[in-house]
């Protein structure tokens, strides 16, 4: 017998968005990648960073990635002390539960959005809960007051691409006696954010990926904007050299150019709204989007029929057979071709 621990081998393990191995034969519309590559400018940062020797690689990263630091405290309005990067959003949320939760102490999220959170949480043997959903996209029977240490709130919401309004995420502030996360991976692709709510309020840190709005999910980036105690317990907690010296790089050269992001941002926006009226002549129940996929519904409710038409086009969506989602797909926005291609499969499979 390997002496695991219980949690460990008794846990399933977090299943990835399918990535196939012959990427260019696809549309591939299932992770919310960005269809545009990042700022010419990442590409310059990263190969003046390697030289044409690679010399710098023999030397170890700035183990606080403070430039990064600076340039995002810059871009938001904060002082470098309220800002961690790290390597993806995804190692912010793995530690802030250990930061925050300890083992049978319970962190919480919404169902339907990330179950991520789960597995992290499994991981340190933390319990969790979680809150649904009403028909008008609010939180169903969360109380008063929420004792746990953690409250994860994706906004806006994945897979589903609605928002909450600004003053509930506050209300949630108040009523949570633990933190509350606010996963803002898609609030670049949204009109609002909760920047403002981690200057009034101790308890909210907002987290945020350079994966999907700046084109960079090959290059593992996020950060979060937190109280300078909330960044300091989670400096002690990650890897010391979380960030390579080419991901600094990255960071840094695309954080600067926000003409190029808003462009990207601009007509990822102007796809979305595009293609959610074309699959709403199509018949489809479509969720208004502040993200950059939309939450697509087929009139015979059947998902799964509607995502293996779209696989055996070599299109690939989201699907998932949670039962309170397999009615319907999650569509990444690509490129206005690739929706459009899209669309004529999706009028072919009727
Ligand atoms: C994509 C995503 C993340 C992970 O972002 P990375 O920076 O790539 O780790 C976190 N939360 C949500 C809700 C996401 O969709």
Known sequence: MIPLRKNIAEMAGYVPGFQPRDEAAWIKLNTNENPYPPSPKVVEAILAEIGSRGESLRKYPDAASRLGREEAGRLYGFDPSWVIMANGSD?????????????????AFVHPSYSYYATLAEIQGARVRTFGLTEKWELADFPKRYEGKLFFLVNP????????????????AGRCAGMLVVDEAYADF????ALALVKKYENVVVTRTLSKSYSLAG????????RPQVIEALDKIRDHYNLDRLAQAAA?????????????????????????GELRVLGYGVIPSR????FATPTDRNGKRVYQGLFDRQILVRHFSDPQLSHGLRISIGTREEMERTLDALREIG
């Open 91 to 107: 190692e912010l949320l793995n530690n802030l539960i250990r930061a925050f939760a300890g083992e049978g102490e319970e962190i």
């Open 291 to 294: 993200a950059n996929f939309v």
């Open 157 to 172: 919401n994945a897979p589903l691409g609605f928002t909450y309004p600004l003053e509930f995420i506050e209300e949630l």
């Open 190 to 193: 949204a009109d609002e954010n």
């Open 252 to 276: 840094l050269a695309s954080l600067a150019d926000q003409t190029y992001f808003a462009e990207c941002v601009r007509k990822i926006r102007e796809t979305r709204a595009w293609f959610t």
């Open 219 to 226: 290059m593992r980036l996020g950060l979060a904007v937190a």
